[in-house]
């Protein structure tokens, strides 16, 4: 079963918007990491968020994360047609060796 | 260029040949690992490796093996392909079993099994 689940499973926005999408998962985690997915390519890192990390930041990127609440949120602000891609959340949860499991991704359309 | 490589990009396979997907780092990564994507269902893990000598299933090891017998390489080996097995497979490296700086990814090699 999948540990990550993003919302909404399609995102359609104009270019200069803001995207976010979300991310929710069931047990504890050491942290959770966001990569996105270029079509027919393999999958590239954004972003990580430690477990006691509330929000980080990293050029047009802001990632937020609620241990409380098992969610994160991945903001891309001043979107552009380059942003177009899938975004996957996945999660290190605790004790489990450190693999990673991953989400079944969101598709992010930038319309020019 | 540094990175994960893996070959081939793509191959056909009939139904119950075997063959081996490679998977090679030059990062001097200790953590390995193979996952599939297939449509609707997110990457899901086949087998990892914490170093040289030490291997581990993940969700779906049924119908694959691996070996490391180097910190380099980190095959992957279809015992008797079957239809399901037709997927996207990613290799995937990070410096240790704690990827604080995330796992570098492989391009991927799409199988089709017929």
């Known amino acids: 079963s999948q540990q990550g689940e993003e919302d909404p499973q399609a995102l359609s926005i104009q270019e200069g918007e803001n995207a976010t999408m979300n991310c929710s998962y069931k047990?504890?985690?050491?942290?959770l990491q966001w990569y996105r997915q270029n079509s027919g390519r393999g999958l590239v890192h954004l972003i990580l968020i430690r477990s006691n990390e509330r929000e980080k930041h990293s050029g047009r990127l802001r990632v937020t994360l609620d241990t409380s609440k098992k969610s994160s949120s991945l903001l891309i602000t001043a979107s552009r047609a380059a942003d177009t891609a899938s975004y996957f959340c996945?999660?290190?949860?605790?004790?489990?060796?450190?693999?990673?499991?991953f989400g079944k991704g969101i598709t992010l359309s930038v319309r020019p | 260029n540094a990175g994960v490589t893996q070959t081939p990009k793509f191959q056909v396979l009939k139904t119950g040949q075997s063959m081996t997907l490679q998977c090679a780092q030059d990062m001097n990564h200790e953590y390995m690992s193979w996952y599939r994507q297939d449509p609707g269902m997110g990457l899901r893990l086949i087998h990892y490796s914490v170093g040289a000598g030490i291997t581990d299933q993940g969700e779906v090891p049924n119908g694959y093996n691996v070996s490391r017998s180097t910190t380099e390489d980190f095959p992957l080996r279809l015992l008797s392909a079957a239809p399901s097995q037709t997927s996207v497979y990613f290799c995937?490296?990070?410096?240790?079993?704690?990827?604080?700086?995330?796992?570098?990814f492989g391009s991927g090699t799409r199988l089709t099994v017929v």
């Open positions: 995937a490296s990070s410096y240790s079993d704690t990827p604080i700086r995330g796992y570098t």
């Open positions: 047990t504890s985690i050491n942290n």
């Open positions: 996945a999660t290190d949860k605790t004790g489990a060796n450190s693999k990673l499991t």
